[in-house]
Every structure is written in C-alpha cells, then in structure tokens.
C-alpha cells in the first residue's frame, strides 16, 4: 500500500514537473515573439528611413525621376542578425490617380456633337478600361462615387438607393478614395477587375497627379492619346526611354509613337515625381513583417503621409 502511495506521488510530480515546463516553454516563446515583433518593426522604421535619406539625395542630384535612379535598385535585400531586409521603391506616379477625377465628377459632359469633353483624366481611365477589356461605363460608377450629390449620371452609375439594398447595406463615399480596394464597394467591379486595374492605378492624396512617363508601364503609356496606342507603339516608348535614361516632357510628345496625340498627352504627363511607395519587408526568426510606407517628396523634403501594413 505504501508503495502505491509513494508511485502516486511519483506520478503527480512528473506531471507537475512535464506541466510547468510546458508553461515556461510557452512563456519563452511568447517572450521570444514579442521582441522579435519590437525588433522587426524597429528595422522596418529604419528601412523606410533609409529610403526616405535615397529619395532626398536624388531630388538634389537629379530633377528627371526614371527607372534608372538609385531608388529603384536597391539590391536584392540584406542579411541581418538573425534574420533578413527587403526594401524597394515604387514611383506612385507610374499610376493613374483616380482621385484625379474627383474634380471632373460634378462636371456635366457635353452631348454628343458638342464641343470635346473636357474631363481629361474621366477620358484617361475610360481608355485605361478599354484597354483592359473592360466596360468604359465602370467609370460612371467611380464618378458617382466620388461626387457630393445623389443624381446617378447612367444606368452603369450608382448612388445611395443603390447600395442601401445591398447586404450589407452601405453609402457612397462621396469623397476621394484612400485606397484602390475600395472600388470592391463601388458598382461593377469585383476582385477579379480590381485585380486587372491595380498595377496601374494609385489612390493618392491630392489632384491632378500626373503620369510619370519615365516610370509607367507599357499598358499605362497606351492611353495617353485621344485613341490607344497599340501595345507594339507603347512598348517602342518604353524601349527607347531606357535608352536615354528617360524622356523630358518635350522629347516624349515629339516622339513618332505621340504624332497627333500631343494636345491629348501634355496635360496628362510630367517627367517628375512626388509621391513614392517605400516597401519594407524582414523576417527575425520566425517572425515576419511588412508595411508599405506612402512618401511625398517635395522641396526637398520626404515626408512620410501613411504606412500601411501588408498582411
């Protein structure tokens, strides 16, 4: 009997012993976790820095922006203690900002046979979704949702009475638009065609951004005419611009792929640019971090106007 008692407290010790070692593994980890995530986010600070300190030393160096700055070729990442960092830069001007057409959604287009529409950036993202296969219509939708009032301009547009019968219901934004997945909210456009928009389209926090034709891609350059380039024309400006480490304003409007498109491109283009995407990426141990960083650069300065987690 004694025997029995003694192996009972054997027992209950062991497990005792097997239940607090557990904990105190769990406490470790947990502890472990914690000050990789405190120094993930410390590196990731120090990344956007760095960037920031390539994106000042270029605007004095340099007032032509292009693929061929030190911004965009930052390497392959680094290794670090325990672990590794990834920083690149994205020119957001490389994009159409649809918040360009916040000014021209109050704007009343012209009946046919009237004089042109002015709403050039409207006109801009309708041969972006042409170009894309997409219904140029989608863009009455976009216009609706930005626009202070409740007057749906086509049967493509959509206001409040629309979405309130939705599940769940919701309202217009009627303001400018913070990031590009909101369009999921906007009439028309599902993950699929958000999907096919977003390499070439910014939400950014001003107007009348215009195109970097030094920085925007190929299907970008497409639409920067009264009628779309076809995709051999814009690939032949992409090729000659690396050439020359990138056009000024006159040399791209006088290049044979713009002839007669030069009224419709001035207004739409710069060779300059404000606003940059700071990628940071690292991983210490097992942990792993991301956060794009929204930099405005401007005389002289960058200044950091939004960080964004990537999950």
């Known amino acids: 009997m004694a025997l029995l008692i003694v192996l009972f407290i054997l027992v209950i010790m062991i497990s005792t012993v097997a239940w607090l070692s557990d904990d105190i593994l769990r406490q470790l980890r947990t502890t472990e976790n914690t ?17 920031i300190s390539v994106l000042i030393k270029d605007s004095q160096e340099s007032q032509v922006d292009h693929l061929g700055e030190a911004w965009n070729n930052l390497g392959q990442g680094v290794e670090i203690e325990q672990g590794s960092l990834q ?6 001007q490389g994009r159409l900002n649809l918040n360009n057409l916040l000014d021209e959604s109050s704007v009343i287009p012209p009946q046919t046979g009237k004089k042109p529409d002015a709403r050039i950036w409207t006109q801009a993202f309708r041969r972006l979704l042409i170009s894309l296969e997409l219904n140029p219509q989608l863009s009455d939708a976009v216009l609706d949702w930005l626009d202070p009032d409740q007057d749906v301009r086509s049967t493509s547009g959509a206001e409040d009475l629309d979405y309130l019968s939705m599940t769940p219901p919701y309202r217009a934004a009627n303001r400018a638009f913070s990031d590009i997945s909101e369009l999921l909210q906007v009439k028309g456009f599902d993950k699929k065609t958000v999907q096919k928009l977003a390499p070439f389209i910014a939400a950014l926090p001003a107007r009348n951004i215009r195109i970097n034709i030094n920085t925007a891609p190929a299907g970008l350059l497409r639409i920067l005419g009264k009628n779309l380039l076809s995709v051999e024309e814009s690939q032949r400006l992409v090729s000659d611009r690396s050439k020359a480490n990138g056009y000024t304003v006159e040399e791209f409007l006088q290049h044979d792929m713009m002839a007669g498109e030069q009224d419709i491109a001035a207004p739409l283009i710069t060779n300059q640019s404000r606003y940059f995407l700071i990628k940071s990426s690292t991983e210490i141990g097992k942990t792993r971090m991301k956060i794009n960083s929204l930099v405005e650069r401007k005389n002289g300065l960058a200044t950091v106007i939004g960080r964004m987690p990537v999950l």
């Open 35 to 51: 000050r990789n995530s405190s120094q993930a986010w410390q590196i990731l600070l120090g990344s956007e820095a760095w960037g």
């Open 87 to 92: 920083t690149a830069i994205e020119d957001m």
